[in-house]
């Protein structure tokens, strides 16, 4: 339940001699509530109401703190009162809304947001309280399968292609779980690797993830992996710019028939405004060969997100450092930059497809260029 002197629409200032007189009313039953003090701002309200019966601001406010008091139906009754006199009022067709949700009535709700939203296209904030009505509407799918195909293209050899598929599960309200496997065809060889993961939520804020990957390695991805990651998200005020931020850190280990690999990864996902974010991760790597000791290597990631529309999502990306520590003809051969870009396209309420493509720019004057396509569905 959003209670508070937010909820339910802002009322609009008036301005003029009479709009002064207005805005003194308000100023004080604004005060007034948001001290807590409801009683004495709904007193004050009632005395403009027999004053100026018409004044379809203070019937919104008598409407606001009937809802703020918990009283929903005479709330509910009182918001159809002002919008008959302002039926495209967005404020008070949220205010509407509300109620409706806090009643259960989301199927009503959803109407009235959608009213609102036909009135006031550009506010964040109806199409925040429309996801979530939507949301409550239609339960939440518990799995998700993603079916996913790569493609390598390289200056001096021939293509390399992978294939996979990932079942995600919400097992209950704490944890989560991740089975999946890929195929790959790699100058000549094929190999597969089949990898599972849980991860635990430690109350509303942090989780830890661990799990662990082997396969037929034939020579060209590790033999085995394992891996932990340990986040934590906070929330920052709504109108700064940065609005919140997940912070983890990723310690994982790769086993091939000759190398060793761990690779450190601290990371942190930035939610910027207009739902755009922003993903910034180093990564220091130790690589083990024998006869060759060990080694110390940096890299780093990048990754900015932005929606093109409700059902279009666009990314950007580059990264700098060394190998793909999972391809055994990457690990200890050559540092390189990548850049590329993507895009997830909503096909309806759960399904997606996505497709990218990459240029990886490598020491030794080798190239690589990889396009991806993916298609997942939640049930």
Same mark, same amino acid.
């Given at each position: 339940m959003m209670l508070g002197p937010n909820?339910?629409?802002q $009322?609009?200032?008036q301005h003029g001699p009479a709009g002064k007189q207005q805005d %003194?009313?308000?100023k004080v039953v604004r005060e007034l509530a948001a001290a807590g003090r409801i009683p004495q701002a709904m007193e004050i309200v009632e005395q403009r109401l027999?004053? @100026? $019966?018409?004044d379809t601001e203070a019937r919104g406010w008598r409407a606001r703190l009937l809802a703020w008091s918990g009283r929903w139906p005479e709330a509910e009754s009182e918001y159809r009162r002002a919008l008959a006199g302002s039926p495209q009022d967005a404020d008070l067709l949220c205010g509407l809304a509300d109620v409706l949700i806090w009643q259960g009535r989301n199927a009503e709700a959803l109407a009235e947001v959608e009213r609102a939203r036909a009135a006031a296209p550009e506010r964040e904030d109806i199409e925040d309280r429309r996801r979530r009505v939507l949301e409550a509407l239609r339960p939440e799918p518990r799995h998700q399968v993603v079916v996913a195909s790569e493609w390598d +293209? +390289?200056?001096?050899t021939s293509a390399a292609g992978t294939?996979? @598929?990932?079942?995600?599960s919400r097992v209950s309200s704490r944890w989560t779980t991740v089975a999946g496997g890929s195929f790959l065809n790699r100058f000549g060889e094929r190999a597969a690797r089949f990898t599972a993961s849980a991860t635990y939520r430690v109350g509303e804020t942090s989780w830890i993830t661990a799990g662990g990957a082997a396969g037929r390695d034939q020579g060209v991805i590790a033999k085995g992996e394992s891996f932990f990651e340990y986040g934590r998200g906070l929330r920052l005020k709504s109108n700064s710019v940065v609005r919140g931020v997940e912070a983890t850190y990723r310690q994982h280990w790769l086993w091939f028939r000759e190398a060793r690999v761990l690779a450190l990864t601290p990371s942190a996902l930035f939610y910027l405004p207009r739902d755009w974010t922003f993903q910034l991760g180093l990564?220091? %790597?130790?690589?083990?060969?024998?006869g060759a000791g060990a080694e110390w290597r940096p890299s780093g990631q990048a990754r900015l997100a932005i929606p093109v529309t409700r059902r279009l999502r666009g990314t950007l990306f580059f990264a700098a450092g060394t190998e793909n520590f999972s391809r055994a003809d990457q690990v200890e051969q050559f540092s %390189?930059?990548?850049w590329g870009g993507g895009a997830q396209y909503e096909l309806g309420p759960r399904q997606d497809i996505t497709f990218s493509i990459a240029q990886q720019q490598r020491s030794q004057s080798r190239r690589q260029t990889t396009f991806g396509i993916a298609y997942g569905i939640r049930f």
């Open positions: 909820a339910g629409g $009322p609009r200032a %003194a009313w308000q027999r004053a @100026v $019966p018409e +293209f +390289f200056d001096t294939y996979s @598929v990932r079942l995600r990564t220091a %790597a130790r690589t083990r060969l024998p %390189a930059r990548t």
